[in-house]
């Protein structure tokens, strides 16, 4: 990440320790109304934001803190981002802590004694140049401290360019005050334009940035969107408008049933070289000269390397190249050996790994040739069709039941897949070696490879039923093959609900390592799709309480269609999202 982007942790003192999970994530999705509801929190469980809605996503946020405290735009932004834009979070503290705590908290200064654009005198002392200086070239920010204009340009030049440009505090000191954004972008916009412009845009990133539950759509090329997710809980895979299918907490591809550790440790063994090393190390020895591995191509177990040194393969020590039936000249390996134990391990190893990758690899790349069904299909529904077009309405008017049951192939494949990845950890000695005895481990692995099996037998029958030609079936066939999927498609779903269960309730639960082992629940409809935000503000929103300087922002109610507001030659964060994009 950018440094522009850095935090202190000064500027945020509460961790996700704090956020309880939450199980009804995906409640408000099936009935989530498409307009955005303000100030209510409830939203679907995952939003598209894009270029043209960040700025009204954003909006949503600072409302809500708006209407509930009666603040400025200003001041309910550094709260927000003090809190790293958690609303829940900041009313908590606003109840339990009240709102004077709260406000010295984020460094919100809102004594209405001082104002930054009145001062005593016609002659101000800047108490940092120490310079006598006309009164209209000081600014008084909302703490109280006057400064001139050119050491309050130089300090704000300085932390946008060090990456604190979220939350700049006042130059007096002490004060925990943070700098009103509307002085720092026009102090700055008459110098440095350049870095006005650039302190607008991480104000107006922020929002992905600094936020717990939006993140950035970790496709490539990247797409440019972000994806914000509902409730308290990250732990869940969403699919981006872009296609791109993710787990929300850690950004890598879905990889359900399995952890997020399990899965980081899984692609990082099938990508380096560690089974290659295990390889060799199983089928090959050291040259005691030249060190280079050797690997035996006849029986005899005197063996000579390329640099011309005879070893003995049973050993790996140098010899002589005399011997016989019974021996080999100046030379005798029978007494044991450690390393002997260590060859056998790797081997082990090497064939216990290879038994899980086999088939995961075989249900992935089923997975990618399946895939291609979709077009077959649909092309084999348009002849059945038009070959049962003369029939009266039947079961057969409509062909969902077939895609369904495609959808559920693919779905249940990947769970396999995945599920081999899972069991490699689950059941080997490098996660839970501590955490279950031999025979706890036994019979959970039986438990869970019979659940595993019933799953991948029922969707072998249903992937080859659906490679049937059924456009050149007869009626009574067809309907026959129709029953077939449907039931076959509901029984997959229940087993693929009773693995999930077992790896819940029977595995991870038991072992009690907390959340570090969680894994995303299963969804019967698939990966959640997650919704576009609408770009336009819904007028059905209750525009009642809240303050002239945000209603006066959004002209029409369409935030991205608004024309940029040009003050001092730099844009604010009502600029239109292509000139941000551009800039």
Request: aromatic share 10%.
């Amino acid at each position: 990440m950018d440094d522009d982007y850095a935090s202190t942790d000064e500027d945020y003192q509460y961790s996700d320790q704090d956020v309880e999970e939450e199980d009804s994530v995906g409640e408000f999705y099936e009935n989530a109304d498409d307009s955005i509801q303000l100030p209510s929190s409830i939203a679907p469980a995952a939003q598209v934001i894009t270029k043209e809605s960040l700025i009204v996503a954003q909006k949503e946020d600072l409302r809500r803190v708006m209407d509930m405290l009666s603040v400025r735009q200003e001041h309910a932004r550094i709260m927000l981002i003090y809190h790293r834009w958690d609303v829940e979070k900041l009313f908590e503290v606003y109840v339990e802590k009240g709102k004077a705590f709260m406000f010295a908290q984020a460094g919100v200064s809102v004594d209405e004694y001082h104002d930054s654009g009145s001062l005593d005198s016609a002659i101000v002392m800047c108490e940092i140049c120490m310079d006598d200086i006309p009164s209209d070239e000081a600014t008084r920010m909302d703490c109280g401290h006057c400064f001139c204009n050119t050491c309050w340009t130089q300090h704000f030049f300085v932390k946008v360019n060090e990456g604190q440009s979220k939350r700049i505090r006042c130059m007096a000191h002490k004060c925990n005050s943070i700098c009103d954004e509307a002085v720092v972008r026009t102090l700055l916009g008459r110098k440095h334009p350049d870095m006005a412009e650039k302190y607008a845009r991480f104000l107006l990133e922020s929002y992905i940035e600094d936020n717990n539950k939006v993140k950035w759509c970790p496709s490539t090329p990247h797409c440019g969107n972000a994806i914000r997710v509902g409730g308290d809980d990250d732990l869940c895979e969403v699919e981006c408008s872009c296609g791109e299918q993710f787990c929300f907490k850690c950004l890598s591809e879905a990889h359900s049933p399995c952890s997020c550790l399990m899965w980081e440790l899984w692609e990082k063994k099938c990508r380096d070289e560690s089974e290659t090393v295990n390889w060799i190390t199983v089928h090959t020895k050291s040259c005691p000269k030249c060190h280079k591995p050797v690997e035996k191509n006849g029986g005899c177990n005197l063996v000579s390397c390329i640099c011309g040194q005879a070893f003995c393969w049973l050993c790996g020590g140098a010899t002589g190249r005399d011997h016989t039936w019974s021996s080999i000249a100046g030379h005798s390996c029978g007494r044991y050996k450690e390393q002997e134990k260590s060859a056998e391990r790797a081997k082990r190893d090497l064939y216990r790994y290879m038994h899980y990758h086999n088939r995961y690899k075989a249900h992935t790349d089923s997975f990618k040739l399946e895939s291609k069904l979709k077009d077959i299909i649909q092309g084999k529904i348009s002849i059945t069709e038009e070959k049962h077009s003369g029939r009266k309405k039947t079961e057969l008017n409509d062909y969902s039941w077939v895609n369904n049951g495609l959808l559920r192939l693919f779905r249940s494949r990947r769970v396999l897949s995945y599920s081999y990845a899972f069991a490699f950890y689950m059941f080997g000695d490098e996660l839970f070696k501590e955490q279950m005895s031999e025979a706890e481990r036994e019979m959970k692995q039986n438990l869970f490879e019979d659940q595993q099996q019933q799953l991948e037998a029922n969707v072998e029958k249903l992937s080859k039923i659906l490679e049937e030609p059924f456009d050149t079936f007869k009626y009574a066939k067809l309907m026959e093959i129709r029953m077939q999927i449907i039931t076959l498609s509901a029984l997959i779903d229940d087993l693929c609900k009773k693995m999930y269960e077992c790896i819940d309730n029977d595995l991870l639960d038991s072992i009690n390592l907390g959340s570090v082992h969680s894994i995303a629940p299963y969804k019967s409809k698939g990966i959640e799709k997650a919704s576009e935000l609408p770009v336009c503000w819904s007028n059905k929103a209750d525009n009642t309480g809240v303050t002239a300087e945000l209603n006066q922002s959004e002209e029409s109610g369409c935030s991205s269609r608004k024309r940029a507001r040009k003050e001092g030659g730099f844009f604010d964060l009502n600029l239109p999202a292509e000139v941000v994009d551009r800039n």
